[in-house]
């Protein structure tokens, strides 16, 4: 297989989105590609058979949830306009009847989120930055009506509807401490909102589900560094807390029964489901292999005959759709990943790691050896920052293996995963000790007899973007080429051109204002010091991103040219606008543009490296 059949071959390898469990169980609606465009698919759990519904209405690219209607006759979508995330909700029925039909529902300003469907299946609960700031909307399906529930000042996230739909959750900020996240409970109509006061000012605090009789909320709370889950009681605002405080535990939804709760538990880069019993506060492993076995879905995960639907990859395995049972341990698989021609035996597996970096801090890391001799290098740095890399399969990292780089993920501080303290180390200091861990990182991987040292490139999307930029320019001689893929250059004017809602959820928490901190602002932008390049950058940008706007990459661009940097194929940069493309994209088609803007660029700015032979 050629290098160009085998990039097209992996980029359109059928991928699946969103599983969502219906409301009685019995079937699993989910995004599907495996036509060549992605799709909604409904599939029967106990048949196995699987039904395209769709045929072009929905969304190229996969990245926003699906909700099941409270009668499972429709599955509500997001849509925007290619890709810039200015969401409407849309409804396509499922039914017999109408199939494929399908309603535009909302037709709001900004960005539109669904967060839940009320059980009498008569109201939608909504967050939408319509206004400005991200806050709390019902929408009502009769009169279509969309109704403010909640007008704060920081971002509010709406939670649920409790069971007889009277009441709602969200979460929101009314704290002096940028860092605080509270619980709130108001009645549905947004009046008399409470705070439940959770944890300490400072800690953030989140909501997972109703209990079934609407007295109980399953939460969460970082208060004790770890996020643990707890049981809120309503009537006596009471918490019963569980776990030991080792890892992280991330609660998702209670049990059929409301005997037990499911959650999710990180620890080493991996991501294992857990059930606690709720009267004995005793937890269990489910029986599915290590790796990221995430609980599928926006929403309760909850089969039919009490299994849960589960999504479970590992570095070298693509995802597979699961329905476990946590009484006998058995597991079925509802949807397998495919391979297509190519040998699943090729992709590579990861060696996690930790090591100490420049101040005595312990970082984890995950390294994937292409078996290259001397091997290239690309360091990967994740985006977020909140977010952390795992043990699962990704598709940019095997495509850059097979062309004999071996690769470098770097879990630096300010990562998930590893707690509140280790979260909020970043705080006040973006751009500053997490790149020191990212550059530690490379000196310790490429001091290795089989890594070259003089072909090491950073790679980087979106958080990772700036990193990307950051690492070329503070410390350059490191590398011998970068790849800044919808990356940060100009932190005031993300501040000021970036969606409310990362205004004051991400650019306050981590750097205050720029009115505030101006030379912090100045000093951590790569744009700031530009003129300290000297190996050679693609900048790559999707013209309809809102949330880092292309404006970050045409500013970087129009600092290069006025420091004297050439651009071109073999001058100091190139650049590269996608066209109807936001903040990265899961469509097919545009997936195999990005992969060969990645390999054309590395191919000719590191024509050393070599390409394993393939293994058919």
């Known amino acids: 297989m050629s290098d160009e059949d085998f990039l097209e071959a992996l980029a359109s390898l059928p991928s699946f989105q969103h599983a969502v469990a219906s409301p009685d169980g019995d079937r699993v609606a989910l ?107 019902s929408f009502d399906l009769a009169s279509q009506e969309a109704t403010k529930l909640t007008d704060y000042e920081r971002a509010a996230s709406p939670g649920g509807f409790s069971p007889s739909g009277d009441r709602i959750a969200y979460t929101t900020n009314e704290a002096e401490d940028y860092n605080n996240q509270d619980l709130y409970v108001a009645d549905a109509d947004g009046s008399n909102p409470r705070n439940l006061h959770i944890g300490a000012v400072g800690a953030e605090a989140g909501f997972a589900d109703w209990g079934s009789e609407g007295s109980r909320l399953l939460v969460s709370d970082n208060t004790e560094n770890f996020s643990r889950c707890g049981i809120y009681d309503l009537e006596t605002d009471d918490v019963t807390w569980f776990g030991d405080l080792t890892a992280e535990e991330s609660p998702v939804a209670f049990g059929p029964d409301d005997e037990s709760f499911y959650a999710l538990r990180t620890r080493d880069a991996a991501i294992m489901p857990i059930r606690y019993d709720i009267e004995s506060g005793e937890a269990t492993e489910l029986a599915v292999p ?119 993920q770097v879990n630096y501080r300010g990562s998930t995963g590893r707690g509140r303290e280790f979260v909020e180390r970043l705080y006040g200091d973006w751009g500053g000790g997490e790149q020191a861990d990212i550059a530690e990182a490379v000196r310790q991987v490429t001091a290795k007899e089989w890594v070259d040292e003089d072909r090491v490139v950073v790679f980087g999307g979106s958080y990772g973007g700036y990193s990307a930029y950051w690492q070329m320019v503070d410390y350059p001689e490191l590398y011998a080429a970068g790849i800044a893929w919808i990356g940060v250059t100009d932190l005031a004017d993300m501040f000021e051109n970036t969606m409310p809602h990362f205004r004051t959820e991400l650019m306050e928490k981590y750097l205050g204002t720029p009115e505030e901190n101006p030379e912090l602002y100045r000093d951590r932008s790569p744009v700031t010091h530009v003129e300290n390049l000297t190996a050679p950058l693609l900048m790559v940008h999707g013209v309809n991103d809102r949330r880092v706007p292309v404006s970050q990459a045409r500013i970087f661009q129009e600092a290069l040219e006025d420091a004297g940097f050439a651009a071109g194929e073999d001058a100091a940069y190139e650049y590269v606008e996608l066209g109807e493309e936001g903040h990265a994209s899961s469509d097919i088609d545009q997936k195999i543009r990005m992969l060969r803007t990645l390999d054309d660029f590395l191919q000719r700015r590191l024509p050393e490296a070599t390409t394993p032979p393939d293994a058919e």
């Open 31 to 137: 995004y599907y590609d495996v036509t060549g465009r992605n799709e909604l698919h409904v599939l029967d759990v106990a048949s196995g058979d699987r039904q395209q519904i769709s045929h072009g209405e929905v969304p190229r690219n996969a990245r926003w949830h699906l909700k099941w209607g409270a009668d499972g006759d429709v599955v509500y979508f997001h849509d925007d306009e290619a890709g810039n995330e200015q969401n409407d909700i849309y409804a396509i029925s499922v039914s017999d009847e109408e199939e494929g039909a399908v309603e535009q529902l909302t037709a709001m300003e900004g960005q539109t989120v669904l967060s839940d469907v009320a059980e009498n299946g008569e109201t939608l609960l909504l967050g939408s930055n319509r206004d400005g700031q991200m806050n709390v909307f």
């Open 290 to 408: 290590e790796g990221v076995a995430a609980f599928s879905g926006a929403g309760s995960p909850i089969l039919a005959e009490d299994r849960v639907l589960i999504r479970h990859t590992t570095p070298n395995r693509r995802p597979d759709l699961l329905a476990h049972d946590p009484e006998s341990g058995e597991t079925e698989t509802l949807l397998a990943a495919e391979y297509g021609d190519l040998d699943r035996d090729r992709f590579v597996d990861a060696d996690y790691f930790t090591f100490e970096s420049h101040d005595g801090l312990e970082i984890g890391a995950l390294l994937y050896d292409s078996g290259e001799r001397p091997s290239p290098l690309v360091v990967n740095p994740h985006g977020g920052p909140r977010a952390a890399d795992y043990r699962s399969f990704g598709m940019y990292t095997q495509f850059l293996i097979s062309r004999g780089y071996s690769v470098l």
